[in-house]
């Protein structure tokens, strides 16, 4: 709490005149410093109690008090398998989704993986999309010297998904029916049904592996 000054009395001016009067028998004084004290005397003195007085800080209206919108990262769907499309020329979320998923109901999966809210104008030629768990997982282009074992090695890590490999893409005779230039699809092991009435028997010769197929009828 901040106290009033008080205000203290005058002296009576005949006990001013009284004290100048013995001043001017000892000492001098001129008019001007007589009329000084005079008027000095007259007027009311302001004491001030020396009470510590609060600092009021005022808001600094400086820089205006912006908003913080704190936003929640989206989580992105989980994958098992997830591999890299380049768009090509024509291509539409649609075509892309019936190459590599064979069903175009893929297409919301896809765009939400991608965040893509609007194909029409966010799927753009030359842009990188993630295909989570694909039913294709890749289309591969034979070279010359590739072998389906090395193929099946090169896709699965494992030679023993030749039989997969083969039934998918209709090879019956590897040494025939693989050809330079021509296209495999690399399947998800999870869409391959190997009927037991048909099957492929493994044969060794001399470093050469070779796939021969077998029919087997029931009687």
């Known amino acids: 709490m901040i106290e009033e000054a008080s205000?203290?009395?005058?002296?009576?001016?005949?006990?001013?005149?009284?004290?100048?009067?013995?001043?001017i028998e000892k000492q001098p004084i001129s008019v001007q410093n007589l009329k000084a004290e005079l008027e000095q005397?007259?007027?009311p003195k302001i004491v001030k109690n020396d009470v510590p007085q609060q600092q009021v800080i005022a808001p600094d209206q400086s820089e205006p008090v912006q908003d913080i919108t704190i936003e929640t990262p989206s989580i992105k769907p989980s994958a098992n398998k997830?591999?890299?499309h380049e768009v090509q020329t024509n291509e539409t979320l649609f075509s892309i989704t019936m190459r590599y998923y064979l069903n175009s109901s893929y297409q919301?999966?896809?765009?939400?993986?991608?965040g893509i809210t609007n194909p029409a104008t966010d799927l753009q030629v030359g842009m990188k999309l993630n295909l989570p768990d694909p039913l294709i997982l890749a289309f591969h282009e034979v070279k010359q010297g590739e072998t389906l074992f090395s193929i099946t090695m090169n896709y699965y890590q494992s030679g023993s998904f030749q039989e997969q490999l083969a039934i998918y893409n209709g090879i019956k005779d590897p040494a025939s029916d693989i050809k330079i230039g021509m296209?495999?699809?690399?399947?998800n092991l999870l869409i391959v049904k190997v009927d037991k009435?048909?099957?492929?028997?493994?044969?060794?010769n001399k470093g050469k592996?070779?796939?021969?197929?077998?029919?087997?009828?029931?009687?």
């Not at 919301?108 to 991608?114: L, M, P, Y």
């Open 7 to 23: 205000e203290e009395k005058p002296e009576p001016l005949s006990e001013v005149k009284e004290a100048t009067d013995r001043r």
């Open 41 to 43: 005397a007259a007027s």
């Open 82 to 84: 997830v591999i890299n």
């Open 108 to 114: 919301a999966k896809v765009a939400e993986f991608n």
């Open 183 to 187: 296209t495999l699809q690399i399947p």
């Open 197 to 204: 009435n048909e099957t492929y028997r493994v044969l060794i």
């Open 209 to 219: 592996i070779h796939l021969r197929f077998i029919a087997t009828m029931r009687r």
